[in-house]
């Protein structure tokens, strides 16, 4: 087994996700393209663990399964977040986000106030 | 080159394209879909890998859940459903500092490997005895403060997507 063409598919698929994190527009494909990341680490601590005799064993392996849940909690964050910005801009474009004023200044295009309970 | 490695390449071709697909794809639903073909690549190399418990776990939580819920997340927030043009800004930028990671690392891999074969093929022990072995001796920390971790971002996602907690009346 040569390991450098898991590494080199690892590097393709991070490259891919950085472009996808710089490119995209919407935030739901932008969290896609952080998982494209993600899986890319994880792809190099696979490999890494089945080729090297490490002190303890299955060290990389346990560490992806950490990546793993880590990437689960982000997009149950992150997917909040997004429904967030939605519900308050009617859209999820992220050059529309303002990034300096008030909160305030949030409710001024909403199509009408959320119901206060 | 072994079998081992012609699956392997096979396979990272498969997950290279389908990546390429989800970044560049004008839909917004197959960037999903093809995200599904892209991780399930992945998992296809953990397995010639010889890591079982990570293939499974990520086809069970990222292909199973995290898909599922970025796909809510598409419907959830009304994406168009047609191919739509302005889901990309400039490229130019993108396609350069992108580039220029996947070629810098994997220039780097190449410079550290270059073609070399690992001797007695893949390490073993890539099954549940041995991860569950890992994982409740050498990093039951780790674990469990991982497990606080996914309490909180879930308790954090909730309070984030109500609009009646501490939006105006309550803490803020």
Known sequence: MRPVIPYC????????????????????????????????????????????????????????????????????????????????????????????????????????????? | MTGVDAVMLALGAVAVGAGAMVVGTRHVVRAGLWLVVALGAVAGIYLALGAEVVAWVQVLIYVGAVVVLLLFAVMLTRAPIGASDDLDR???????????????????????????????GVVPGGGADTIGTAVFTDWVLPFEVLSVLLLSALVGAIVVSRPDVGARDGGA
Do not use: K
């Open chain 2, 90 to 120: 400039s490229r130019w930028p993108g396609a350069l500092v992108g580039g220029g990671a996947a070629l810098g690392l994997g220039a780097l891999f190449v410079d550290a490997y270059r073609w070399t074969r690992v001797s007695g």
């Open chain 1, 9 to 117: 598919v690892a590097a393709a698929l991070f490259g891919l996700g950085v472009y996808g994190v710089l490119v995209r527009r919407n935030a739901v494909l932008l969290l896609m393209a952080v998982e494209l990341m993600l899986n890319a680490v994880n792809l190099v601590l696979v490999t890494a663990d089945a080729t090297v005799r490490a002190v303890l064993p299955a060290t990389g392996q346990v560490f992806a399964l950490f990546v793993v849940v880590l990437a689960a909690a982000e997009v149950g964050v992150g997917l909040a977040i997004v429904l967030q910005l939605y519900r308050a801009r009617r859209s999820v474009a992220l050059d529309e986000v303002p990034l300096d004023p008030g909160p305030m200044d949030w409710d001024t295009d909403r199509p009408e106030p959320e119901p206060a309970r």
